[in-house]
Protein backbone atom coordinates (compact mmCIF):
# COMPACT_ATOMS: atom_id res chain seq x y z
CA UNK A 1 0.00 0.00 0.00
CA UNK A 2 3.00 2.56 0.91
CA UNK A 3 4.62 1.89 -2.36
CA UNK A 4 1.98 2.20 -4.79
CA UNK A 5 1.05 5.30 -2.92
CA UNK A 6 4.03 6.88 -3.35
CA UNK A 7 4.23 5.57 -6.99
CA UNK A 8 1.22 7.22 -7.75
CA UNK A 9 1.55 10.28 -5.63
CA UNK A 10 -1.54 9.72 -4.13
CA UNK A 11 -2.16 11.07 -0.16
CA UNK A 12 -3.57 8.00 0.95
CA UNK A 13 -4.39 4.09 -0.25
CA UNK A 14 -6.32 1.61 1.66
CA UNK A 15 -7.02 -2.10 1.51
CA UNK A 16 -10.45 -3.74 2.53
CA UNK A 17 -10.80 -7.09 3.08
CA UNK A 18 -14.43 -9.42 2.94
CA UNK A 19 -15.09 -10.95 6.23
CA UNK A 20 -15.81 -14.71 5.43
CA UNK A 21 -18.39 -15.13 8.21
CA UNK A 22 -20.06 -11.92 7.61
CA UNK A 23 -19.38 -10.69 4.43
CA UNK A 24 -19.13 -6.92 4.79
CA UNK A 25 -15.14 -5.70 3.96
CA UNK A 26 -13.33 -4.50 6.58
CA UNK A 27 -10.08 -1.78 6.46
CA UNK A 28 -6.93 -3.50 7.01
CA UNK A 29 -4.23 -1.40 5.62
CA UNK A 30 -4.11 1.97 5.53
CA UNK A 31 -1.14 4.44 4.39
CA UNK A 32 -1.16 7.75 4.21
CA UNK A 33 1.48 10.75 4.07
CA UNK A 34 2.10 10.30 7.49
CA UNK A 35 1.51 7.10 8.82
CA UNK A 36 1.35 3.56 7.63
CA UNK A 37 -0.23 0.92 9.83
CA UNK A 38 -2.26 -2.54 9.54
CA UNK A 39 -4.43 -1.41 12.81
CA UNK A 40 -6.03 1.88 11.24
CA UNK A 41 -9.32 2.70 13.02
CA UNK A 42 -11.76 0.80 12.15
CA UNK A 43 -14.03 1.62 9.15
CA UNK A 44 -16.08 -1.22 7.46
CA UNK A 45 -17.88 -0.77 3.90
CA UNK A 46 -21.13 -3.10 4.66
CA UNK A 47 -21.62 -5.81 1.64
CA UNK A 48 -25.23 -4.14 0.32
CA UNK A 49 -23.33 -0.70 0.42
CA UNK A 50 -24.04 0.93 -3.08
CA UNK A 51 -20.18 1.13 -4.07
CA UNK A 52 -20.26 -2.33 -3.22
CA UNK A 53 -22.10 -3.36 -5.44
CA UNK A 54 -21.15 -1.30 -8.03
CA UNK A 55 -17.91 -2.94 -7.46
CA UNK A 56 -19.48 -6.25 -8.40
CA UNK A 57 -21.06 -5.47 -11.77
CA UNK A 58 -18.10 -3.30 -13.46
CA UNK A 59 -15.14 -5.00 -14.86
CA UNK A 60 -13.15 -1.27 -14.13
CA UNK A 61 -12.01 0.15 -11.56
CA UNK A 62 -14.56 2.67 -10.34
CA UNK A 63 -13.76 6.41 -9.95
CA UNK A 64 -15.28 8.99 -7.62
CA UNK A 65 -15.31 12.48 -8.33
CA UNK A 66 -15.55 14.71 -5.27
CA UNK A 67 -18.96 16.28 -6.28
CA UNK A 68 -20.55 12.70 -6.22
CA UNK A 69 -19.90 12.14 -2.52
CA UNK A 70 -21.39 15.59 -1.62
CA UNK A 71 -24.06 14.30 -4.26
CA UNK A 72 -24.73 11.07 -1.83
CA UNK A 73 -24.80 12.87 1.12
CA UNK A 74 -27.61 15.12 0.16
CA UNK A 75 -29.71 12.67 -1.22
CA UNK A 76 -29.79 11.22 2.54
CA UNK A 77 -33.01 12.43 3.16
CA UNK A 78 -34.69 10.87 0.34
CA UNK A 79 -33.46 7.21 1.30
CA UNK A 80 -36.03 4.87 2.93
CA UNK A 81 -35.61 5.48 7.19
CA UNK A 82 -34.60 1.49 7.03
CA UNK A 83 -31.61 2.44 5.21
CA UNK A 84 -30.54 5.77 5.99
CA UNK A 85 -27.97 4.86 8.62
CA UNK A 86 -26.57 1.64 6.53
CA UNK A 87 -25.83 4.73 3.74
CA UNK A 88 -24.85 7.19 5.96
CA UNK A 89 -22.22 4.75 7.40
CA UNK A 90 -21.08 3.91 3.89
CA UNK A 91 -20.56 7.96 2.98
CA UNK A 92 -18.90 8.31 6.35
CA UNK A 93 -16.12 5.85 5.44
CA UNK A 94 -15.44 6.89 2.21
CA UNK A 95 -15.36 10.92 3.23
CA UNK A 96 -13.05 9.38 5.95
CA UNK A 97 -10.40 7.49 3.64
CA UNK A 98 -10.58 10.97 0.89
CA UNK A 99 -11.55 7.68 -1.68
CA UNK A 100 -11.10 8.87 -5.38
CA UNK A 101 -10.69 5.73 -6.82
CA UNK A 102 -11.74 1.73 -6.03
CA UNK A 103 -10.40 -1.54 -7.06
CA UNK A 104 -11.87 -4.60 -7.08
CA UNK A 105 -10.01 -7.39 -6.19
CA UNK A 106 -11.05 -10.43 -7.20
CA UNK A 107 -10.19 -14.12 -6.83
CA UNK A 108 -12.44 -16.15 -9.33
CA UNK A 109 -15.10 -13.40 -10.16
CA UNK A 110 -15.30 -12.91 -6.51
CA UNK A 111 -15.10 -9.76 -4.87
CA UNK A 112 -12.82 -10.31 -1.89
CA UNK A 113 -10.83 -6.94 -1.36
CA UNK A 114 -11.31 -3.49 -2.51
CA UNK A 115 -8.36 -0.86 -3.26
CA UNK A 116 -8.85 2.29 -2.30
CA UNK A 117 -6.76 5.43 -3.21
CA UNK A 118 -7.26 9.47 -2.25
CA UNK A 119 -6.71 12.17 -4.50
CA UNK A 120 -3.83 12.44 -6.48
CA UNK A 121 -1.14 15.84 -5.37
CA UNK A 122 -1.85 18.61 -7.88
CA UNK A 123 -5.54 17.33 -8.28
CA UNK A 124 -4.32 15.17 -11.04
CA UNK A 125 -6.72 12.53 -12.35
CA UNK A 126 -5.93 9.07 -12.28
CA UNK A 127 -5.28 7.99 -16.00
CA UNK A 128 -6.08 4.93 -17.80
CA UNK A 129 -2.81 3.27 -17.69
CA UNK A 130 -3.37 4.03 -13.52
CA UNK A 131 -6.23 2.42 -13.51
CA UNK A 132 -4.46 -0.16 -15.56
CA UNK A 133 -1.75 -0.45 -13.10
CA UNK A 134 -3.82 -1.08 -10.15
CA UNK A 135 -5.77 -3.74 -11.91
CA UNK A 136 -2.60 -5.41 -12.01
CA UNK A 137 -1.50 -4.94 -8.72
CA UNK A 138 -5.03 -5.57 -7.43
CA UNK A 139 -5.00 -9.30 -9.38
CA UNK A 140 -1.46 -9.85 -7.34
CA UNK A 141 -3.45 -8.87 -4.24
CA UNK A 142 -5.73 -11.14 -4.68
CA UNK A 143 -3.14 -13.85 -4.34
CA UNK A 144 -1.55 -12.31 -1.13
CA UNK A 145 -5.11 -12.30 0.41
CA UNK A 146 -5.47 -15.72 -0.78
CA UNK A 147 -2.16 -16.84 0.99
CA UNK A 148 -2.88 -14.51 4.11
CA UNK A 149 -6.26 -16.43 4.69
CA UNK A 150 -4.43 -20.40 4.46
CA UNK A 151 -2.22 -19.16 6.81
CA UNK A 152 -3.96 -17.71 9.13
CA UNK A 153 -6.32 -20.77 8.85
CA UNK A 154 -2.87 -22.71 9.44
CA UNK A 155 -2.02 -21.04 12.07
CA UNK A 156 -4.97 -21.49 13.61
CA UNK A 157 -5.46 -25.17 13.17
CA UNK A 158 -1.83 -25.30 15.13
CA UNK A 159 -2.91 -23.40 18.00
CA UNK A 160 -6.25 -25.76 18.10
CA UNK A 161 -3.66 -28.40 17.82
CA UNK A 162 -1.58 -27.38 20.59
CA UNK A 163 -5.09 -26.78 22.76
CA UNK A 164 -6.11 -30.12 21.83
CA UNK A 165 -2.88 -31.27 22.95
CA UNK A 166 -2.63 -29.78 26.26
CA UNK A 167 -6.57 -31.00 26.74
CA UNK A 168 -5.36 -34.26 26.40
CA UNK A 169 -2.89 -34.47 28.58
CA UNK A 170 -5.07 -32.58 31.32
CA UNK A 171 -7.61 -35.11 30.82
CA UNK A 172 -4.89 -38.18 31.18
CA UNK A 173 -3.95 -36.54 34.45
CA UNK A 174 -7.13 -37.01 35.06
CA UNK A 175 -7.50 -41.26 35.12
CA UNK A 176 -5.78 -43.09 38.05
CA UNK A 177 -1.54 -42.56 37.31
CA UNK A 178 -1.22 -46.20 38.83
CA UNK A 179 -3.11 -48.73 39.81
CA UNK A 180 -3.98 -49.27 43.47
CA UNK A 181 -2.00 -51.54 45.06
CA UNK A 182 -4.37 -54.26 47.47
CA UNK A 183 -3.92 -57.28 49.72
CA UNK A 184 -6.36 -59.02 48.26
CA UNK A 185 -7.22 -58.44 44.43
CA UNK A 186 -5.42 -56.92 41.05
CA UNK A 187 -6.61 -53.98 38.86
CA UNK A 188 -5.31 -52.39 35.96
CA UNK A 189 -7.05 -50.19 33.78
CA UNK A 190 -6.26 -48.57 30.07
CA UNK A 191 -8.25 -45.71 27.61
CA UNK A 192 -7.28 -44.41 24.59
CA UNK A 193 -9.08 -41.74 22.84
CA UNK A 194 -10.05 -41.66 19.47
CA UNK A 195 -9.74 -38.10 18.66
CA UNK A 196 -7.24 -36.72 21.54
CA UNK A 197 -9.81 -36.18 23.95
CA UNK A 198 -12.51 -38.66 24.79
CA UNK A 199 -15.98 -39.01 26.54
CA UNK A 200 -14.57 -42.26 28.54
CA UNK A 201 -13.72 -42.54 32.22
CA UNK A 202 -12.44 -44.80 34.70
CA UNK A 203 -11.54 -44.38 38.56
CA UNK A 204 -10.25 -46.30 41.11
CA UNK A 205 -11.08 -44.71 45.40
CA UNK A 206 -8.90 -46.12 47.69
CA UNK A 207 -10.65 -45.60 51.11
CA UNK A 208 -8.69 -46.19 54.66
CA UNK A 209 -10.80 -49.21 55.61
CA UNK A 210 -9.45 -51.57 52.66
CA UNK A 211 -12.38 -51.07 50.53
CA UNK A 212 -11.66 -49.98 46.99
CA UNK A 213 -14.04 -47.63 44.67
CA UNK A 214 -13.68 -48.28 40.98
CA UNK A 215 -15.60 -46.34 38.73
CA UNK A 216 -16.15 -46.43 34.44
CA UNK A 217 -18.29 -44.08 32.53
CA UNK A 218 -18.53 -43.36 29.15
CA UNK A 219 -20.27 -39.92 28.30
CA UNK A 220 -22.87 -39.40 25.46
CA UNK A 221 -20.58 -38.16 22.30
CA UNK A 222 -17.24 -37.66 21.25
CA UNK A 223 -14.42 -34.78 21.46
CA UNK A 224 -14.24 -31.51 23.74
CA UNK A 225 -17.55 -31.41 24.64
CA UNK A 226 -17.71 -34.98 25.61
CA UNK A 227 -14.81 -34.50 27.43
CA UNK A 228 -15.66 -31.29 29.49
CA UNK A 229 -18.60 -33.48 30.73
CA UNK A 230 -16.43 -36.74 30.89
CA UNK A 231 -14.85 -34.17 33.95
CA UNK A 232 -17.28 -33.15 35.14
CA UNK A 233 -18.65 -36.96 36.36
CA UNK A 234 -15.15 -37.40 37.76
CA UNK A 235 -15.02 -34.26 39.85
CA UNK A 236 -18.92 -35.14 40.90
CA UNK A 237 -17.70 -38.54 42.33
CA UNK A 238 -15.03 -37.78 43.59
CA UNK A 239 -16.79 -35.07 45.71
CA UNK A 240 -19.32 -37.45 46.55
CA UNK A 241 -17.33 -40.13 47.85
CA UNK A 242 -15.11 -37.70 49.88
CA UNK A 243 -18.58 -36.23 51.56
CA UNK A 244 -19.96 -39.58 52.01
CA UNK A 245 -17.06 -41.00 53.97
CA UNK A 246 -16.09 -44.94 53.29
CA UNK A 247 -19.05 -47.27 51.93
CA UNK A 248 -19.71 -48.43 55.06
CA UNK A 249 -21.47 -44.99 55.71
CA UNK A 250 -23.63 -44.75 52.77
CA UNK A 251 -25.73 -46.87 49.80
CA UNK A 252 -23.73 -46.92 46.51
CA UNK A 253 -27.41 -46.42 44.67
CA UNK A 254 -27.82 -43.49 46.61
CA UNK A 255 -24.28 -42.08 45.07
CA UNK A 256 -25.45 -42.61 41.46
CA UNK A 257 -28.83 -41.23 42.39
CA UNK A 258 -27.39 -38.07 43.71
CA UNK A 259 -24.55 -37.75 40.38
CA UNK A 260 -27.51 -38.58 38.25
CA UNK A 261 -29.39 -35.24 39.30
CA UNK A 262 -26.37 -33.21 39.97
CA UNK A 263 -25.71 -34.21 35.94
CA UNK A 264 -29.51 -33.63 34.80
CA UNK A 265 -28.95 -30.04 37.05
CA UNK A 266 -25.82 -29.43 34.64
CA UNK A 267 -27.06 -30.65 30.88
CA UNK A 268 -30.66 -30.18 31.72
CA UNK A 269 -31.21 -33.67 30.35
CA UNK A 270 -29.53 -33.01 26.86
CA UNK A 271 -26.10 -35.33 27.63
CA UNK A 272 -26.17 -38.46 29.40
CA UNK A 273 -23.75 -40.80 30.78
CA UNK A 274 -23.53 -44.35 31.15
CA UNK A 275 -22.02 -45.11 34.40
CA UNK A 276 -20.73 -48.26 36.70
CA UNK A 277 -19.90 -47.79 39.86
CA UNK A 278 -18.55 -50.91 42.77
CA UNK A 279 -17.22 -50.84 45.70
CA UNK A 280 -14.80 -53.77 46.71
CA UNK A 281 -14.37 -55.30 50.05
CA UNK A 282 -10.84 -56.68 50.33
CA UNK A 283 -11.63 -58.16 53.56
CA UNK A 284 -14.96 -60.40 52.30
CA UNK A 285 -13.92 -60.13 48.63
CA UNK A 286 -17.84 -58.56 48.34
CA UNK A 287 -18.26 -56.58 45.18
CA UNK A 288 -20.59 -54.39 45.60
CA UNK A 289 -22.37 -52.17 42.36
CA UNK A 290 -24.32 -49.94 40.35
CA UNK A 291 -24.88 -49.82 36.96
CA UNK A 292 -26.53 -46.69 35.27
CA UNK A 293 -26.88 -47.94 31.84
CA UNK A 294 -23.49 -49.16 30.62
CA UNK A 295 -22.41 -51.93 29.24
CA UNK A 296 -23.00 -54.95 31.94
CA UNK A 297 -18.99 -55.94 32.95
CA UNK A 298 -18.34 -59.36 32.36
CA UNK A 299 -17.81 -61.55 35.64
CA UNK A 300 -15.84 -64.68 35.39
CA UNK A 301 -15.88 -67.00 38.32
CA UNK A 302 -12.69 -69.44 38.35
CA UNK A 303 -15.00 -72.64 39.26
CA UNK A 304 -17.84 -71.79 36.78
CA UNK A 305 -16.60 -73.55 33.69
CA UNK A 306 -15.75 -70.32 32.09
CA UNK A 307 -19.25 -69.32 32.20
CA UNK A 308 -19.88 -65.57 32.27
CA UNK A 309 -22.31 -63.84 34.49
CA UNK A 310 -23.19 -60.03 33.21
CA UNK A 311 -23.72 -56.80 36.10
CA UNK A 312 -27.11 -55.81 35.10
CA UNK A 313 -28.94 -54.28 38.11
CA UNK A 314 -29.08 -50.66 37.89
CA UNK A 315 -31.15 -48.45 36.28
CA UNK A 316 -31.15 -45.84 34.12
CA UNK A 317 -28.14 -43.45 32.12
CA UNK A 318 -27.43 -40.86 34.24
CA UNK A 319 -28.19 -37.27 33.51
CA UNK A 320 -31.39 -37.96 31.15
CA UNK A 321 -33.96 -37.83 33.84
CA UNK A 322 -33.83 -36.18 37.18
CA UNK A 323 -35.53 -38.73 39.69
CA UNK A 324 -34.11 -42.06 38.27
CA UNK A 325 -34.34 -44.32 40.89
CA UNK A 326 -31.43 -47.05 40.74
CA UNK A 327 -30.58 -50.36 42.97
CA UNK A 328 -27.65 -52.37 43.92
CA UNK A 329 -26.23 -55.72 44.26
CA UNK A 330 -23.77 -57.73 45.92
CA UNK A 331 -21.51 -60.30 44.65
CA UNK A 332 -19.47 -62.44 46.82
CA UNK A 333 -16.18 -62.88 44.63
CA UNK A 334 -13.71 -65.69 45.36
CA UNK A 335 -9.83 -66.34 44.30
CA UNK A 336 -9.26 -65.98 40.76
CA UNK A 337 -12.50 -64.71 39.85
CA UNK A 338 -12.05 -62.11 36.98
CA UNK A 339 -14.23 -59.07 36.81
CA UNK A 340 -13.81 -56.92 32.88
CA UNK A 341 -15.02 -53.54 32.47
CA UNK A 342 -15.57 -51.71 29.37
CA UNK A 343 -17.13 -49.14 26.96
CA UNK A 344 -18.39 -49.95 23.73
CA UNK A 345 -15.58 -48.69 21.89
CA UNK A 346 -13.93 -52.03 22.85
CA UNK A 347 -16.81 -53.73 21.40
CA UNK A 348 -17.86 -51.84 18.41
CA UNK A 349 -13.59 -51.57 17.28
CA UNK A 350 -13.93 -52.37 13.68
CA UNK A 351 -11.42 -54.23 11.12
CA UNK A 352 -10.97 -53.27 7.82
CA UNK A 353 -14.49 -55.38 6.42
CA UNK A 354 -16.84 -53.21 8.92
CA UNK A 355 -16.90 -56.06 11.08
CA UNK A 356 -17.04 -55.38 15.25
CA UNK A 357 -15.08 -57.19 17.62
CA UNK A 358 -17.92 -57.97 19.83
CA UNK A 359 -18.30 -58.69 23.19
CA UNK A 360 -18.24 -62.68 22.05
CA UNK A 361 -14.37 -62.05 21.19
CA UNK A 362 -14.02 -60.57 24.24
CA UNK A 363 -15.40 -63.16 25.95
CA UNK A 364 -13.30 -65.92 24.43
CA UNK A 365 -10.31 -63.53 24.91
CA UNK A 366 -10.50 -63.73 28.21
CA UNK A 367 -11.49 -67.08 28.78
CA UNK A 368 -7.94 -68.16 27.03
CA UNK A 369 -5.78 -66.00 29.28
CA UNK A 370 -7.78 -65.85 32.90
CA UNK A 371 -4.98 -67.39 34.53
CA UNK A 372 -2.90 -64.57 33.76
CA UNK A 373 -2.17 -61.61 36.18
CA UNK A 374 -4.50 -57.88 35.56
CA UNK A 375 -1.67 -56.37 33.73
CA UNK A 376 -1.14 -58.90 31.30
CA UNK A 377 -4.89 -59.46 30.74
CA UNK A 378 -5.21 -55.67 29.87
CA UNK A 379 -1.66 -56.06 27.66
CA UNK A 380 -3.11 -58.90 25.61
CA UNK A 381 -6.65 -57.46 25.04
CA UNK A 382 -4.89 -54.16 23.72
CA UNK A 383 -2.61 -56.00 21.90
CA UNK A 384 -5.72 -58.35 20.05
CA UNK A 385 -7.82 -55.19 19.80
CA UNK A 386 -5.12 -53.52 17.95
CA UNK A 387 -4.84 -56.36 15.64
CA UNK A 388 -8.19 -56.25 14.84
CA UNK A 389 -8.61 -52.55 13.94
CA UNK A 390 -4.85 -52.44 12.19
CA UNK A 391 -5.41 -50.32 9.30
CA UNK A 392 -8.62 -48.72 10.63
CA UNK A 393 -8.89 -45.17 13.36
CA UNK A 394 -10.26 -46.16 15.97
CA UNK A 395 -14.26 -44.69 15.33
CA UNK A 396 -14.75 -44.40 19.54
CA UNK A 397 -12.78 -44.36 22.53
CA UNK A 398 -11.28 -47.65 24.15
CA UNK A 399 -11.79 -47.90 27.51
CA UNK A 400 -11.57 -51.02 30.28
CA UNK A 401 -10.90 -51.89 33.32
CA UNK A 402 -9.07 -55.61 34.41
CA UNK A 403 -9.89 -56.76 38.55
CA UNK A 404 -8.99 -60.30 39.18
CA UNK A 405 -8.59 -61.45 43.12
CA UNK A 406 -6.31 -63.15 44.70
Given amino acids: AERVRNA ?39 KRAFVVRRLMNLSTPLVIESREIETWSQALNSVLPSMREERAGEHEVLLEIQSRIL ?24 SDNDRELLMSIAAQLALVIDNARLTERMVAQERMRRELALAAEVQQRLLPSRAPEGVAMEISGFCEPARGVGG ?38 RSLTARNGTP ?67 GLVAGAFEHSAYEQETVQMKPN ?55 MSLYDDLTFVVMKVK
Avoid at 202 to 218: E, K, M, R, T, V
Avoid at 343 to 364: C, P, Q
Fill in 8 to 46: LDASNAAIFVRDETSGHFNLRVFSDQAHSTETAKPLQLN
Fill in 103 to 126: VQIRQRNDLVGILSFGPRRGGFPY
Fill in 200 to 237: DYYDFINFDNSQLGLAIADVAGKGMPAALLMSTVQATL
Fill in 248 to 314: ANYELSSVVSKLNRLLFNTTNGEHYVTFFYATFDQQTQCLTYVNAGHNPPLYLQSDSDSEFRELTSG
Fill in 337 to 391: DLLFLYTDGLTEALNEEGEEFGTSRIMETLKAIASLSADQIRDVVVRRVKEWCAG
